[in-house]
């Protein structure tokens, strides 16, 4: 390849081919990631070509039965044909066992969206085959999530102006765009990023062994959902596609280390491109930051390749970052050592630490009385978590607000109205059904997993209720100073943004006050479940983090030059009681701490008999669920004034 004819918007960084230590660790990594059950079984391929298969032919009688309900003859109905189109990680080549499968339903122009959500999920319903049915119209891109012969399918939809589907239709050609609502173009343009980004790899290979490391190690260290802030599969597969356009001729452990090291120095918000954004001649909106306010607030933009460009990572909040950058940097350190021979690749896929990390955790607990319900509710609640996040952080006492990349489900069969009312307050029995939800930084044959049962999940008998619980997680670090008052009294109001949480899930169009449930319970670390370490100490990790922020220098400098001494201000920090401020805003979090600088897992064991705390909300009210008084030593409380 000569440096006038490359892929990318600069020249590579090295045209040298691979050193034999080089071909020898990609070896290595490909032994790796075998064990770490990484490829599927024939048998598992054969049957996601049945399931697609399927699909296709549900596709074909959704259009059908959608025209025909358009007042269309039963020929012309049956003329106007219809199609599925995979894309994601299963497009790519690089899907695992147990991976989900995106898929695009593409439909002639008297089709609607509304059609797709009401007469393509009842044809779902009908099949036996077809659990977990999850529609999400609301969604950036609306979905429909399933289980479907034991794979899990996101069936997005397009209707493209033109009145028949054949099945030869590709979707390359940018004219296929035209007159399109914005819906249908995010939907078309997954299937049409995906083929652009194999388009604009020099090696496929390469990138695909080299991608796979790095879906693993995302979700190994819990950062690998879109939802929540992070980089989902089409973000992290660009970013491998940029550096094979850096190094053509590496091999694919070389270009795992060039990943970590391309990227732990790369001067965000400067965008990650696989080409030069086009214009278009349909007028579309592309991504410009010197146009649009909302491109220019991306803090970690990752350009899309298709024509029109967006930015895939619009999602990442300043804590996200942060924790990516930190990410960033350990692979850094470890694959350096990898490559001098220092290190396994079994170290870089280690589980993240995300529940020993932090000393403060917020667990959003939300509950429904039916299965369908509650899957409609998990859905909502986790597409809005992040805005949660972002309000967090505005209040300038967060440092890092870092949510968990999935829930702990769980169904419980209650005996009384009592029973039940105690978990709609967030009170949850002490010996739960395991969760329904595996933890995602764990990869496993998800057809295989046991279902683990101690006789709380039986099915229900009498009068008996059942209830279905799921719990989002998110790591607080707050800053060290901002929130003391003038008697060393450290106080957390985070009022707003939880009743603005609050008001948002509960204004939710499907909300039910009668079979629905939030109730959010500010934790330490000590007080979280079991369930969420899976066998693991508990012990919490130093922190990679630093808690300070510029402001809170700035106020120490100026106390210093106040004249205030740390004597002085070590007298006043001892004399601190637990108390709540007053305050006219709503909930507030008051954490008050001795004086005496004792390492934080110690205060942790100090304060583990301290209560665990929530506010329920069942309406759009707020209401305090009942607090026993903490103990005189340091500790937390939560309450509604």
């Not at 034999?20 to 990484?38: P, T, V």
């Not at 190094?247 to 001067?267: D, E, L, Q, T």
């Not at 957390?492 to 629905?516: A, C, K, R, V």
């Not at 929530?614 to 305090?624: E, L, R």
Request: neutral net charge; hydrophobic residues 40%.
């Amino acid at each position: 390849m000569s440096e006038s004819k490359y892929l990318g918007v600069t020249p590579p960084i090295s045209l040298n081919p691979s050193s034999a230590e080089e071909e020898a660790i990609s070896l290595e990594l490909l032994a790796a990631l075998e064990a770490e059950g990484q490829f599927e079984s024939v048998d598992e391929s054969r049957n996601r070509e049945v399931v697609l298969g399927k699909i296709d032919k549900l596709v074909k009688e959704f259009v059908y039965k959608a025209s025909l309900k358009h007042r269309m003859s039963e020929s012309l109905a049956r003329s106007c044909g219809g199609k599925i189109f995979a894309f994601g990680s299963f497009r790519l080549g690089v899907h695992n066992t147990g991976a989900d499968i995106d898929t695009l339903c593409v439909a002639p122009s008297h089709v609607t969206r509304e059609d797709f959500f009401t007469i393509m999920v009842d044809l779902l319903k009908g099949r036996s085959e077809v659990d977990e049915l999850t529609p999400v119209p609301s969604a950036y891109v609306p979905v429909i999530k399933m289980r479907f012969g034991g794979v899990e399918i996101d069936l997005t939809f397009a209707s493209l102006q033109q009145p028949t589907i054949p099945d030869e239709l590709e979707l390359l050609d940018t004219a296929i765009l035209r007159n399109l609502d914005e819906f249908s173009i995010r939907s078309v343009n997954g299937s049409r990023v995906t083929d652009e980004i194999l388009r604009l790899v020099p090696n496929v290979t390469s990138f695909r062994l080299a991608l796979r490391c790095i879906k693993l190690w995302a979700k190994r260290r819990a950062i690998y959902s879109n939802s929540m802030g992070f980089f989902g599969g089409v973000a992290w597969a660009m970013l491998v596609a940029r550096v094979c356009q850096l190094y053509p001729n590496a091999c694919a452990g070389s270009i795992v280390a060039g990943f970590f090291r391309v990227y732990v120095k790369w001067p965000w918000p400067k965008p990650v491109m696989l080409k030069m954004i086009e214009n278009g001649t349909m007028h579309l909106r592309v991504w410009n930051p010197w146009i649009y306010p909302a491109d220019k607030a991306h803090k970690m933009p990752i350009i899309t390749p298709a024509y029109p460009s967006m930015c895939s990572t619009h999602n990442v909040s300043m804590s996200t970052k942060r924790i990516i950058e930190s990410e960033f940097k350990r692979g850094e350190e470890i694959t350096t050592k990898i490559l001098q021979g220092e290190a396994k690749w079994t170290e870089l896929f280690e589980k993240s630490d995300f529940f020993r990390r932090y000393r403060y955790y917020l667990q959003v607990n939300v509950m429904s009385t039916d299965v369908e319900s509650h899957n409609l509710l998990h859905g909502f609640v986790e597409s809005r978590l992040r805005q949660y996040i972002i309000k967090l952080e505005s209040t300038g006492l967060v440092v890092v607000a870092c949510p968990y990349v999935k829930s702990y489900d769980h169904e419980y069969a209650c005996k009384s109205d009592e029973d039940l009312e105690r978990i709609r307050q967030g009170q949850l029995p002490t010996t739960p059904t395991a969760s329904d939800t595996p933890d995602p930084t764990t990869v496993v044959d998800k057809g295989s997993e046991p279902k683990q049962d101690d006789g709380s999940s039986s099915p229900v008998a009498g009068t008996e209720k059942k209830a279905f619980t799921s719990a989002f997680y998110v790591g607080l670090l707050l800053d060290k100073e901002i929130g003391r008052n003038s008697n060393g009294k450290r106080r957390l109001d985070i009022s707003g943004p939880t009743h603005d949480f609050i008001g948002l899930i509960t204004g939710w169009d499907t909300w039910s006050n009668e079979g629905m449930a939030i109730s959010i319970s500010f934790l330490r670390q000590s007080q979280l479940p079991d369930e969420v370490f899976d066998g693991l100490p508990r012990d919490r990790v130093p922190s990679t983090l630093k808690n300070g922020s510029a402001k809170s220098k700035k106020r120490r400098e100026q106390g210093k030059e106040d004249g205030a001494s740390a004597t002085d201000r070590s007298a006043k920090k001892a004399k601190v009681a637990m108390a709540v401020v007053p305050s006219t805003s709503g909930v507030a979090v008051v954490v008050a701490e001795p004086a005496a600088k004792t390492d934080d897992v110690e205060k942790e064991k100090d304060a583990e008999d301290v209560p665990k705390p929530s506010v329920v909300a069942t309406g759009f009210a707020a209401i305090a669920a009942p607090v026993p008084p903490p103990p005189k030593q340091a500790g937390i409380k939560l309450k509604l004034l």
